[in-house]
């Protein structure tokens, strides 16, 4: 037992002395506590004098000191975990406090807005004068002390970095020596040899002219036919690319498409389209938005205001309410919290006609201009076309300069009456002076992209008027339908109107 002994205080006493050690140089006596090495050393000095029973006694000691700081290590890293979980939880009721006297805030704010309309009230009946007064006076110290806090802050951030990005800007220089039709030309050649895509020249004369016409582009028809890419396209030829909104079932009101305001957070929430509308009041370019797979919600629900604000005849009235009241620091074009809608803004819709839309209703199809595009289109060779920059003004002018030169004539102007007479007869369905006003400016500007007149007559009667017989009982109106196009072929002569001819007869073999 003697060298048992000798060896286990000499152990002892290194241990001591290392843990004295931590205390006054941590390092080393950590170093010195998990030597291992030297421990071996120690070990191999004192072994000689070691028996079978010292060392029995020598690895059980090994083994219970090992053992006890296993369980301090295990302890301090429990204690760490600890104290780590409540710094978390401090730090959590802290967020949680502040958010709490966030909410607070909102509150003293809510009630301040109820205090504004209770003293609205009030100011229609015969309250004194000094009451009301007195009530408006906490409301200004109320919004002072909001405003020494801090919480008027900017609530149109993507709106203010507009205007603060068009401090400094200038005009880039636009093109302006091309007609109509040079265009059109140039479209199709900068989509076939820049994008690798094909469009029938005739669809891009309708989408020009229907841009003359109306605000809202209708493109429809069957899936891969290049609906999208067509207005996309545009968007590269003019060097303003269009903005792409992808339609949701789930879209119920006009907060899907230009955003909503926050009452708590006292933000609005701004969409892409808010923004870009915005944006383009302060250029002459023209902008094109799309609205892909419109009919995959009802387009009457979450556009129903813009198709209202289109009929407007007063540019100046084309106004969106976005919040009730203006701001000091709300964003420079933004008047009284209403957003004017600028003229160089097209919407360009794409619509699926399947199983998973809704229809789109004639309120739509009147407003619109709609292109049906069901075929792929041909590849062709043509040069190479560099985008051409485009300014609103300019192409508003060719559209008025068209619409003078190409005035539809008063011959197919009766015309278009005898038939309009014709098929309230037959089939009980009108016109109306909102498809004529658009025939009267569309016309024309498909003239002057290369169309005819009857061309562009035939493209208005076939989506506009005839395209109302698909909800007639078409068993019974299968005769009419017949007699119909024999008047049209009369009228204005043997398969003039290809396009309405072909969609009647397609009705026809229907039943």
């Not at 076309?385 to 008063?410: C, D, G, N």
Request: glycine content about 6%; aromatic content about 12%.
């Amino acid at each position: 037992m003697d060298g048992f002994l000798d060896w286990f205080f000499a152990f002892l006493t290194t241990m001591i002395d290392g843990i004295w050690k931590i205390i006054s140089g941590i390092f080393g006596g950590i170093f010195q506590i998990f030597n291992v090495v030297y421990y071996v050393k120690q070990i191999a000095a004192y072994k000689d004098g070691f028996n079978a029973l010292d060392w029995i006694f020598a690895i059980l000691s090994l083994i219970l000191v090992i053992g006890v700081w296993v369980i301090i290590i295990y302890l301090l890293i429990l204690l760490i975990r600890k104290y780590i979980r409540f710094r978390k939880s401090a730090v959590g009721s802290e967020d949680l406090l502040e958010e709490v006297a966030e909410l607070h805030r909102d509150v003293v704010r809510l009630n301040n807005e109820k205090e504004r309309i209770l003293a609205l009230k009030i100011g229609q009946t015969n309250v004194p004068l000094d009451l009301l007064n007195g009530i408006y006076e906490e409301e200004e110290e109320s919004e002072e002390s909001v405003a020494e806090e801090g919480e008027l802050l900017p609530r149109f951030a993507k709106l203010d970095a507009i205007d603060q990005k068009y401090l400094y800007y200038s005009a880039p220089e636009y093109r302006r020596d091309f007609t109509l039709s040079e265009v059109c030309e140039e479209f199709r050649n900068f989509a076939c040899s820049r994008m690798g895509l094909y469009y029938d020249i005739k669809t891009i004369r309708l989408l020009f002219a229907g841009m003359a016409s109306t605000k809202l582009i209708l493109l429809q028809g069957i899936s891969g036919t290049g609906k999208t890419s067509l207005p996309y396209a545009l968007g590269k030829f003019i060097d303003n690319d269009s903005t792409i909104v992808s339609v949701q079932p789930s879209w119920r009101d006009r907060t899907e498409l230009f955003g909503y305001f926050n009452e708590f957070s006292k933000k609005f929430n701004e969409t892409d389209v808010l923004r870009r509308i915005y944006e383009s009041s302060y250029t002459d370019d023209v902008n094109v938005i799309i609205l892909d797979e419109l009919n995959i919600a009802r387009i009457e629900y979450y556009f129903a205001e813009m198709l209202s604000i289109m009929e407007m005849p007063d540019a100046n009235e084309w106004k969106i309410e976005l919040v009730p009241s203006s701001w000091t620091n709300d964003p420079q074009n933004l008047k009284d919290g209403k957003l004017i809608i600028p003229q160089n803004v097209w919407y360009v819709g794409t619509a699926n006609n399947d199983d998973s839309t809704f229809a789109v209703s004639d309120k739509v199809y009147d407003r619109a201009l709609t292109i049906n595009i069901d075929d792929k289109g041909v590849a062709f060779d043509a040069p190479d076309t560099k985008p051409a920059r485009i300014s609103h003004t300019h192409l508003q002018s060719l559209f008025a300069k068209a619409m003078e030169e190409y005035a539809v004539e008063q011959k197919y102007l009766n015309m278009i009456e005898e038939l309009d007479n014709y098929v309230i007869k037959k089939f009980r369905v009108a016109f109306g002076n909102r498809i004529m006003k658009q025939l009267k400016a569309f016309v024309p500007v498909y003239v002057a992209c290369g169309g005819t007149v009857i061309g562009g007559i035939d493209h208005i009667l076939n989506t506009k008027v005839f395209r109302k017989f698909e909800s007639l009982n078409l068993s019974l109106i299968r005769d009419e339908i017949k007699g119909l196009i024999n008047y049209l072929n009369t009228l204005f002569g043997k398969n003039e109107m290809a396009d309405s001819i072909a969609f009647l007869e397609r009705l026809q073999r229907t039943y």
